[in-house]
C-alpha cells in the first residue's frame, strides 16, 4: 500500500475523551472512530488488525479440530424464553420488536441457538464429539461502555460450544479448549494467564478466565509469579489426545492464579511471600463446562451406544476478538506510539523515502516495494511529499515492528536502513539483504492454510 493512496487519518492532538493509552493510540492511529456509546466504525488499518487477529483465532480453532460456522446477530426472544434466560438476562440485552410484533433481540451470545440447531439434527452419540463455533459480532447494553473497544456495546467474540456424550468427554473439550486458546494468544505475542473464575450468569463450576496483565484491567487478579514462566511455545500437542491436553492443563492451573471472585486468602498465603502478586488484568478469553442444563432445557439428547437417550454435556467459550487490539495495545506501546507484535501488525514493514521525488530513491522504494511484495508480504510506502520527521512519527505512531528507511546518501553508498520499532535499533544494509531479513522474521508467523 502507499501512504498518499491510502485512508489513515492520524491525529496530532490527544483525545480529550479516551482514558487509557490503547484507546487514546487507536484514536490518533486513525483506527476507529466512536459511532456512539460503544459503537465503533473500524477504519482501514483498525479493519487489518482485526482481521488479523480473526484470523489466527480461526486457525487455531481449526487446528484444536473444531467446526467454523456462523449464526446471526438478530435472534429471536423465544428460545430465550426456553431457557428462561429471556427473563434472567436482564437490562444487557437489546430486545426488540418486529413489524409483527415478534420478539427479537442483539444476541449477546448463542448457547440457545446453537443447542437448538444441535437438537435438530444430532441423535445419535456417532456424531460426538461436535465443536462448532463462529466469529461474530455481538451486543451488549453495557452500563458504561469505556476504553474503547475494551468495553464496548457492539464487539466481536469468538464464541464456541462443545457437545459430548459424557462429562469425561465433554472435560477434554475444557483442556483441549484451554490449551488452544493459550496458543491464539501467544501467536499474538501476548501471555494471557488462565486463571479460575466466577461462573456468573451462565452458570456451571469450571470455569477459567483468560488474563493479560495490565495496569488498566478492570479485574483484580492475584497469582503465583512462578506462572509468568510459562509458555506454551512450540510444543506439538495433539489435540485428541486426553493425556497430552491434561498436561498442559495441570501445568498451568495447578499454579495459584484468581480472579477477585475466586480469591481465598488462606490458600494464597501458602506460596511463599516473595511470589504472591496481586496486580489487574484484561480479561480476553473464557472457558466453560456447564453440564447437561440448556441441553435439557432445549431438547439436545442422544442416544448412546447402549441405546438410552441421554442429554448432551456441553461446555462454551469466548474470546474477546475486538477487545485483543486493545489489549496488545496495553501490553506494547512506548510514548511514540503502538508497537506491533509481528503475528498482528496491519502491514509487516514501513517504507521511509527521506527524498520523494529524487530518481534514484524513488527507485529504490519501488524495486523495495516490489520485492517485499514478492516474499508474500505488504509493505506501506510512505510516499508522500513531507519531511522526514512527520514520516517517521507516522510509522512510531502506527507501529509497524519493521522499517526500511531509504534516501540518496545511504544509496551512494549502496545501503538501506532497516529499523526495529521494538529496539529503536538500526542497521545499514544493502536493499537485497534488508528485504532477506525481514522476510525470515516473518517467516515464523505465516498464516497456517486452514481452510477458513
Ligand atoms: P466482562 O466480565 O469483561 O464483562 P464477560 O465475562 O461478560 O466479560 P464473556 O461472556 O466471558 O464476557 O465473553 C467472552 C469474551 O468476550 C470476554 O472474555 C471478553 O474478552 C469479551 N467481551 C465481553 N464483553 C465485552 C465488551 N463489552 N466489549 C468487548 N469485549 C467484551
Ligand atoms: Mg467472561
Same mark, same amino acid.
Given at each position: 500500500?502507499?501512504?498518499?493512496?491510502?485512508?489513515?487519518?492520524?491525529?496530532?492532538? #490527544?483525545?480529550?475523551?479516551?482514558?487509557?493509552?490503547?484507546?487514546?493510540?487507536?484514536?490518533?492511529?486513525?483506527?476507529?472512530?466512536?459511532?456512539?456509546?460503544?459503537?465503533?466504525?473500524?477504519?482501514?488499518?483498525?479493519?487489518?488488525?482485526?482481521?488479523?487477529?480473526?484470523?489466527?483465532?480461526?486457525?487455531?480453532?481449526?487446528?484444536?479440530?473444531?467446526?467454523?460456522?456462523?449464526?446471526?446477530?438478530?435472534?429471536?426472544?423465544?428460545?430465550?424464553?426456553?431457557?428462561?434466560?429471556?427473563?434472567?438476562?436482564?437490562?444487557?440485552?437489546?430486545?426488540?420488536?418486529?413489524?409483527?410484533?415478534?420478539?427479537?433481540?442483539?444476541?449477546?451470545?448463542?448457547?440457545?441457538?446453537?443447542?437448538?440447531?444441535?437438537?435438530?439434527?444430532?441423535?445419535?452419540?456417532?456424531?460426538?464429539?461436535? #465443536?462448532?463455533?463462529?466469529?461474530?459480532?455481538?451486543?451488549?447494553?453495557?452500563?458504561?461502555?469505556?476504553?474503547?473497544?475494551?468495553?464496548?456495546?457492539?464487539?466481536?467474540?469468538?464464541?464456541?460450544?462443545?457437545?459430548?456424550?459424557?462429562?469425561?468427554?465433554?472435560?477434554?473439550?475444557?483442556?483441549?479448549?484451554?490449551?488452544?486458546?493459550?496458543?491464539?494468544?501467544?501467536?499474538?505475542?501476548?501471555?494471557?494467564?488462565?486463571?479460575?473464575?466466577?461462573?456468573?450468569?451462565?452458570?456451571?463450576?469450571?470455569?477459567?478466565?483468560?488474563?493479560?496483565?495490565?495496569?488498566?484491567?478492570?479485574?483484580? /487478579?492475584?497469582?503465583?509469579?512462578?506462572?509468568?514462566?510459562?509458555?506454551?511455545?512450540?510444543?506439538? @500437542?495433539?489435540?485428541?489426545?486426553?493425556?497430552?491436553?491434561?498436561?498442559?492443563?495441570?501445568?498451568?492451573?495447578?499454579?495459584?492464579?484468581?480472579?477477585?471472585?475466586?480469591?481465598?486468602?488462606?490458600?494464597?498465603?501458602?506460596?511463599?511471600?516473595?511470589?504472591?502478586?496481586?496486580?489487574?488484568?484484561?480479561?480476553?478469553?473464557?472457558?466453560?463446562?456447564?453440564?447437561?442444563?440448556?441441553?435439557?432445557?432445549?431438547?439436545?439428547?442422544?442416544?448412546?451406544?447402549?441405546?438410552?437417550?441421554?442429554?448432551?454435556?456441553?461446555?462454551?467459550?469466548?474470546?474477546?476478538?475486538?477487545?485483543?487490539?486493545?489489549?496488545? @495495545?496495553?501490553?506494547?506501546?512506548?510514548?511514540?506510539?503502538? @508497537?506491533?507484535?509481528?503475528?498482528?501488525?496491519?502491514?509487516?514493514?514501513?517504507? /521511509?523515502?527521506?527524498?520523494?521525488?529524487?530518481?534514484?530513491?524513488?527507485?529504490?522504494?519501488?524495486?523495495?516495494?516490489?520485492?517485499?511484495?514478492?516474499?508474500?508480504?505488504?509493505?506501506?510506502?510512505?510516499?508522500?511529499?513531507?519531511?522526514?520527521?512527520?514520516?517517521?512519527?507516522?510509522?512510531?505512531? @502506527?507501529?509497524?515492528?519493521?522499517?526500511?528507511?531509504?534516501?540518496?546518501?545511504?544509496?551512494?553508498?549502496?545501503?538501506?536502513?532497516?529499523?526495529?520499532?521494538?529496539?529503536?535499533?538500526?542497521?545499514?544494509?544493502?536493499?537485497?539483504?534488508?528485504?532477506?531479513?525481514?522476510?525470515?522474521?516473518?517467516?515464523?508467523?505465516?498464516? /497456517?492454510?486452514?481452510?477458513?
Amino acid at each position: 500500500m502507499r501512504l498518499s493512496r491510502y485512508f489513515l487519518p492520524v491525529l496530532k492532538e #490527544t483525545p480529550a475523551e479516551a482514558q487509557i493509552v490503547s484507546h487514546r493510540l487507536m484514536l490518533r492511529a486513525g483506527m476507529i472512530r466512536q459511532a456512539s456509546a460503544g459503537i465503533y466504525s473500524w477504519l482501514p488499518l483498525g479493519y487489518k488488525v482485526l482481521r488479523n487477529i480473526e484470523r489466527i483465532v480461526h486457525e487455531e480453532q481449526i487446528r484444536a479440530g473444531h467446526i467454523p460456522m456462523l449464526m446471526p446477530t438478530v435472534q429471536s426472544g423465544e428460545l430465550w424464553q426456553k431457557s428462561g434466560r429471556h427473563n434472567s438476562y436482564g437490562p444487557e440485552m437489546l430486545r426488540f420488536h418486529d413489524r409483527h410484533g415478534r420478539e427479537m433481540l442483539y444476541g449477546p451470545t448463542n448457547e440457545e441457538m446453537i443447542t437448538d440447531i444441535v437438537a435438530s439434527y444430532v441423535t445419535s452419540y456417532k456424531a460426538l464429539p461436535l #465443536t462448532l463455533y463462529h466469529i461474530q459480532w455481538k451486543f451488549r447494553d453495557e452500563v458504561r461502555p469505556r476504553f474503547g473497544v475494551m468495553r464496548g456495546r457492539e464487539f466481536l467474540m469468538k464464541d464456541g460450544y462443545n457437545f459430548d456424550l459424557s462429562k469425561e468427554a465433554a472435560l477434554h473439550a475444557y483442556n483441549r479448549h484451554l490449551v488452544s486458546y493459550l496458543r491464539t494468544y501467544e501467536r499474538m505475542g501476548l501471555q494471557a494467564i488462565p486463571m479460575r473464575a466466577d461462573s456468573g450468569p451462565i452458570g456451571g463450576d469450571y470455569t477459567h478466565e483468560f488474563l493479560v496483565l495490565a495496569e488498566t484491567g478492570e479485574s483484580e /487478579v492475584f497469582y503465583d509469579s512462578e506462572i509468568t514462566d510459562l509458555t506454551l511455545g512450540n510444543r506439538d @500437542i495433539d489435540y485428541d489426545s486426553v493425556d497430552q491436553c491434561q498436561a498442559v492443563m495441570d501445568e498451568f492451573t495447578s499454579r495459584y492464579a484468581r480472579t477477585d471472585e475466586t480469591h481465598d486468602t488462606a490458600e494464597f498465603d501458602k506460596i511463599p511471600a516473595e511470589r504472591q502478586r496481586s496486580a489487574r488484568g484484561i480479561e480476553v478469553g473464557q472457558i466453560f463446562y456447564f453440564g447437561t442444563e440448556y441441553s435439557e432445557k432445549l431438547g439436545a439428547y442422544v442416544q448412546s451406544d447402549s441405546g438410552e437417550r441421554v442429554p448432551l454435556h456441553m461446555g462454551s467459550h469466548g474470546i474477546g476478538v475486538s477487545r485483543l487490539l486493545g489489549a496488545i @495495545i496495553e501490553a506494547s506501546h512506548d510514548d511514540k506510539g503502538i @508497537i506491533w507484535p509481528e503475528g498482528v501488525t496491519p502491514f509487516h514493514c514501513g517504507i /521511509v523515502n527521506l527524498k520523494q521525488g529524487d530518481a534514484e530513491a524513488d527507485a529504490a522504494c519501488e524495486s523495495l516495494y516490489d520485492a517485499l511484495s514478492g516474499h508474500g508480504l505488504e509493505p506501506l510506502y510512505d510516499d508522500r511529499d513531507e519531511r522526514a520527521g512527520g514520516k517517521f512519527a507516522t510509522m512510531d505512531l @502506527i507501529g509497524l515492528p519493521w522499517r526500511i528507511t531509504v534516501g540518496p546518501r545511504g544509496l551512494k553508498n549502496g545501503v538501506v536502513e532497516l529499523t526495529s520499532r521494538r529496539t529503536g535499533e538500526s542497521e545499514e544494509l544493502s536493499p537485497e539483504a534488508a528485504v532477506a531479513r525481514v522476510a525470515e522474521i516473518y517467516a515464523a508467523h505465516k498464516p /497456517v492454510n486452514s481452510g477458513v
